[in-house]
């Protein structure tokens, strides 16, 4: 006769639960075995929550901060531009630190420009008591030299603070020394991102050259194109006034390292 041992089996104890007993539904009591994955899987849901909120912020303090360091840029007028009557603007000229460096002139609406490349000019103080004076030289390698215009060309000149806030007046140097001209600084200001400096320009016209706009970079290979955009950007806002200057007589100019000594 078959014997029928396993009524003899002693039940489980609410302690043990083979995975045989896991697997059978029971709705009277709770499983041990589904309450564990159950809570991991609460778990893990306010982990991850808790990771996309803070991602989130992340993502919406770095989107306020380029907002901020991206923000347009807005240029003044050139004193002769200014129509009459019109409230005095505020503007702070940049300090003599700030301008005392070699700049490369990355766009300029000077047609001598054209036939150049890497062109640079360096300010800088003069000794005291020349306090509103400083030297300003000119720098730039021809792109067809001749046998006088082949190596570095240089213009000096001297610069002497103007009555008008960041404004100046020029007198060349040497040979140069009948000639003079006014400029003014339009804008200035350094990137908060990559911390490079730049400046805008507009000079007045000599005996030798127009009137016209230069943009400066204190970087030997130019602006990068983020600022660039908005630099050339706060341009493009004079065009209403300054017309062809800053449209289609504003050219690039090239520049090609390394520079020559």
């Known amino acids: 006769m078959e014997s029928h041992h396993f009524h003899h089996v002693a039940p489980l104890s609410s302690s043990t639960c083979p995975s045989r007993v896991c697997n059978t539904p029971n709705t009277q009591t709770q499983n041990p075995c589904n309450y564990t994955p159950r809570r991991l899987l609460f778990t893990m849901f306010k982990f991850n929550f808790l990771t996309f909120i803070i991602n989130f912020f ?11 360091t991206m923000s347009q840029i807005n240029l003044r007028l ?7 009557n019109t409230p005095s603007q505020s503007f702070s000229p940049p300090t003599l630190s700030f301008l005392s460096r070699t700049w490369s002139i990355t766009h ?37 030299p001749t046998f006088l215009t082949s190596g570095v060309n240089r213009i000096r000149g001297i610069d002497t603070l103007s009555q008008n806030t960041g404004s100046w007046d020029w007198r060349g140097s040497g040979f140069l020394f009948f000639v003079t ?19 805008v320009t507009w000079f007045q016209k000599t005996v030798f050259s127009a009137e016209g706009i230069d943009v400066y970079s204190d970087r030997k290979e130019g ?15 004079l065009e209403e006034n300054l017309g062809r200057l800053v449209g289609e007589d504003l050219m690039e ?9």
Do not use: F
């Open 223 to 237: 602006m990068s194109e983020g600022l660039r955009e908005r630099v050339l950007g706060g341009v493009k806002g």
């Open 58 to 68: 992340i993502l919406i303090t770095t989107i306020g901060c380029q907002s901020t």
């Open 181 to 199: 001209s006014h400029w003014e600084i339009l804008g200035w200001g350094q990137d908060e991102e990559t911390g490079e400096k730049w400046i």
């Open 253 to 261: 100019v090239e520049i090609r390292l390394p520079w020559l000594e």
């Open 108 to 144: 300029s609406s000077l047609s001598m420009w054209r036939n150049a490349r890497n062109v640079r000019i360096t300010y800088s103080p003069l000794p005291s008591p020349s306090t509103n004076k400083i030297s300003d030289l000119v720098e730039y390698e021809s792109k067809s």
């Open 78 to 84: 050139p004193s002769p531009y200014t129509p009459p």
